[in-house]
């Protein structure tokens, strides 16, 4: 067990409708990764929060967007879904990010359905 | 951007036998190279680490090396046992912030089977 926890498990939904996905980092870490997995693009980084602030951004798309709370949760929003966006999605949390080397913890990750 | 590839896609071997996964990166700027082994319905779990100051690193039966003039860093798991099977990532980052932030690039991952 990493530490990090991710809700919910798993996610069946229909095309053109919206969902939030949750992460809760390991206690004490300041950034939160999202990444998707996908069998054709592999493991690919979306975006990182440090400490409430968006760090830096990969690959994503426009209709996904994120945030960080407070309390160092993290909120995925994917909305206009098409059937493409069907993948794992997995959170990861580091200690600090961005300028440093710390190790990635990954959750268990949500995987995502759109029918 | 960073470009990793990893080799060999699939790899079977007997329980007791060693397994080796290589990987490759193109971005000069990148020090540091995770593993992360990934069971079916899991989340990818960090097995072994290793940065650029070091050629080499061991925990128990895992070790990794690193070339980093050739840009390349390779996997090695000793006395192979039937629950090491799973697939496994490279991964590399950079912490220059003009480059990649402290992102991770993965490769495309080795999916490991070992016969008992």
């Known amino acids: 067990d990493s530490g990090v926890t991710q809700t919910p498990k798993h996610l069946i939904t229909a095309t053109g409708q919206r969902v939030t996905l949750r992460c809760s980092p390991r206690s004490g870490d300041l950034s939160v990764y999202w990444y998707q997995q996908s069998l054709d693009q592999g493991l690919q980084f979306l975006i990182q929060?440090?400490?409430?602030?968006?760090?830096a951004k990969g690959n994503i798309l426009e209709r996904f967007s994120a945030q960080q709370f407070p309390d160092l949760h993290s909120e995925l929003n994917l909305s206009s879904l098409e059937l493409g966006d069907s993948a794992l999605y997995f959170c990861?949390?580091?200690?600090?990010?961005?300028?440093?080397?710390?190790?990635?913890?990954f959750g268990p990750g949500t995987r995502l359905t759109v029918l | 951007g960073e470009n990793v590839e990893q080799h060999p896609s699939t790899l079977s071997v007997q329980e007791g036998d060693s397994a080796v996964i290589k990987c490759t990166y193109s971005d000069s700027a990148s020090n540091y190279f995770p593993w992360y082994k990934q069971e079916l319905g899991k989340g990818p779990q960090l097995i072994i680490d290793i940065r650029s100051n070091v050629g080499e690193k061991k925990d128990q039966r895992i070790a990794v090396t690193l070339n980093k003039t050739a840009k390349h860093f390779s996997l090695h798991i000793t006395e192979t046992q039937p629950e090491d099977s799973a697939v496994y990532f490279c991964a590399a980052m950079s912490s220059d912030r003009g480059s990649t932030l402290g992102r991770l690039y993965f490769g495309r991952g080795t999916q490991l089977t070992v016969w008992p």
């Open positions: 990861a949390s580091s200690v600090e990010g961005g300028g440093s080397t710390d190790a990635q913890y």
């Open positions: 929060y440090y400490n409430g602030e968006e760090r």
